[in-house]
């Protein structure tokens, strides 16, 4: 009989890879009699699926408070300046 | 349709904080993510002739970035991350006891079904996703947000074997699933 701990890992596993018949068997087994795990594979799953959705959807996941420095973006600036400073001189 | 680029002298103005977000949500670490909108910025200035005017200025600009950042993952040599790996591999998840059982306690979290609790879902996640140590933040990121490929994660990121990457990865999750018991049930 698997343990929780090793459940958790196949569960975590599931989710990126398709798991041997004896790992399926275990996973199936151990659930079967184990509500906490059930609940475990159950949020796991839950949160693969809307990170990805969010992701594919191109969500920003940051705020919109989350944003460049005063500080860096006038370093920023500086350097692109610089360059197309150094670009007017090529051209 | 066609697209045109604005003048470079607006480029930071108008995308510098979502480049920023963007780079920051995946690479967690505030230098690097300003870092990153810079060389962008600087190589989108020389890519400019190139612009084929297919897709709007801010995804080329993405673009750009996306591909700074996946040199910045390359550039993390095996040195640097190998003892953070090995440290986080050899410590037990503190979630079981000796005999692999669980020792804490918990429910299943309600589904976020509405798009309104899926919003609110998300910003407790990015809080939790906010607290993980980088390299597992950027590890999670990776594979659930981007979707990129078990394989790719391991190259990209120098993990020595797929095990280690099934059981950081089963980590990070098993966190994260915690943090999102004990914040979002009762947010």
Redesign the interface.
């Known amino acids: 009989m698997l343990t929780c701990k090793e459940v958790s890992y196949l569960a975590s596993k599931k989710l990126d890879k398709k798991l041997s018949l004896g790992e399926r068997l275990g996973l199936i087994l151990h659930t079967a009699m184990c509500g906490m795990c059930r609940h475990y594979v159950r949020d796991i799953e839950v949160l693969h699926q809307l990170m990805l959705k969010a992701g594919k959807k191109g969500q920003a996941l940051l705020p919109d408070s989350a944003k460049l420095s005063a500080q860096s973006r006038e370093r920023i600036k500086q350097a692109l300046d610089k360059a197309l400073h150094a670009n007017d001189k090529t051209n | 349709m066609v697209y045109e680029l604005s003048s ?2 607006q ?2 103005q108008t995308h ?3 480049l ?3 780079g ?2 995946r690479v967690r670490e505030p230098e690097v993510a ?1 870092d990153l ?2 060389e962008t ?2 190589a989108a ?1 020389k890519a400019q002739q190139n612009y084929s005017g297919k897709a709007s200025e801010r995804t080329w600009l993405i673009g750009i970035l996306k591909h700074k950042m996946i040199d910045y993952f390359r550039k993390q040599t095996r040195q640097n991350t190998q003892e953070f790996d090995d440290e986080l591999l050899n410590n037990d ?1 503190e ?2 006891d000796q ?4 020792q804490i ?5 309600s ?2 079904d509405k798009s309104v609790e ?1 919003e609110q ?3 407790v ?2 809080q939790c996703i906010s607290r993980l140590p980088a390299r597992m933040a950027q590890l999670f990121m990776l ?5 990129m490929s ?1 394989d790719e994660i391991c190259q990209l990121m120098s993990i020595s074997s797929m095990n280690n990457f ?2 950081m ?2 980590r990070v ?2 966190q ?2 915690h943090c ?2 004990l914040n979002w049930n009762n947010a």
């Not at chain 2, 005999?99 to 669980?102: C, E, L, S």
């Not at chain 2, 306690?105 to 979290?109: E, K, L, Y």
């Open positions: 470079p002298e480029w930071l510098g904080d979502v920023y977000r963007f920051l949500a300003e909108v810079q910025l600087l200035l998840a979630y079981f005999t692999g059982h669980w306690d918990f429910s299943s979290w589904k976020p899926q879902f998300l910003q996640l990015e594979r659930e947000f981007e979707d078990s099934w059981v990865l089963s999750r098993g994260l699933r999102l018991d």
